[in-house]
């Protein structure tokens, strides 16, 4: 029996049954955290970055794609709701965070490598789209909310490696910073 099964209990998806108590919107992100974590010992040991679940929501079927990135900020969002989870979702909350916290534990060359690669992913897509600035500079400005969650989410990566494992990539994010500064058509 893996030691996931042993946290969540020798059938998960009996487990899973139990009804979420809280607000539809945060129901679906215990379920979808829970299914992450369900997973995430496969994930780990996989070479996959992007790990493609389907989950049932009070709010329908979901189909985000896991990364120890997406992970953490499900897990930062319930805790920042923690009051307006009911107690079945509260309990949930805990055997979430017991089992990051476990995995992170069990797998640490795999966690490392696996938020290396993440964060690379996220560099890559926010410097293409700083990129295109000169190409496009009003479609630019029109996207740039959507496209800054790259930016958002590998500085949300870097914290979760930390100072010493992060070196070479905090040059990194702090040199594709610098071009913000630069206008387009000099970056």
Same mark, same amino acid.
């Given at each position: ?6 946290l969540?209990?020798?059938?998960h998806?009996?487990a ?5 108590d809280?607000p !539809?919107?945060?129901a679906?992100t215990?379920l979808e955290?829970?299914?992450f974590t ?10 996959k970055?992007?790990?493609q679940i389907?989950?049932? $929501?009070p709010l329908? $079927?979901?189909?985000?794609?896991m $990364?120890?990135g ?7 969002e319930?805790?920042a709701h923690r009051a307006d989870?009911? !107690?079945?979702?509260?309990a949930?909350l805990?055997?979430i965070?017991?089992a990051?916290?476990e995995a992170?534990? @069990?797998?640490p060359e795999q ?5 290396? @690669?993440e ?6 897509n ?7 600035r000169?190409?496009n500079?009003?479609?630019w ?13 590998? @500085?949300l990566v870097?914290q979760?490696l ?10 990194e994010?702090? $040199? ?6 630069? !206008? !387009?058509d000099?970056?």
């Open positions: 029996m893996s030691w996931l099964k042993k969540f209990g020798s059938d998806d009996t899973s049954q139990i009804p979420t809280s !539809p919107e945060l679906a215990v955290a829970e299914k369900d997973q995430l010992e496969e994930y780990l040991l996989s070479d970055l992007f790990w389907s989950v049932d $929501t329908g $079927t979901r189909q985000p794609k $990364t120890l997406s992970l953490y900020e499900r897990i930062q319930l805790e989870l009911g !107690p079945n979702d509260r949930r805990e055997k965070e017991q990051w916290e992170q534990r @069990r797998y966690w490392r490598e696996k938020l290396r @690669r964060f690379k992913s996220y560099m890559n926010w410097k293409y789209f700083l990129e295109q000169s190409s500079s009003e479609r400005a029109q996207e740039y909310k959507f496209e800054v969650r790259n930016r958002e989410r590998a @500085r870097l979760l930390g100072p010493e494992a992060a070196a070479d990539l905090l040059r994010y702090e $040199t594709i910073e610098k071009t913000l500064d630069t !206008p !387009p000099e970056a």
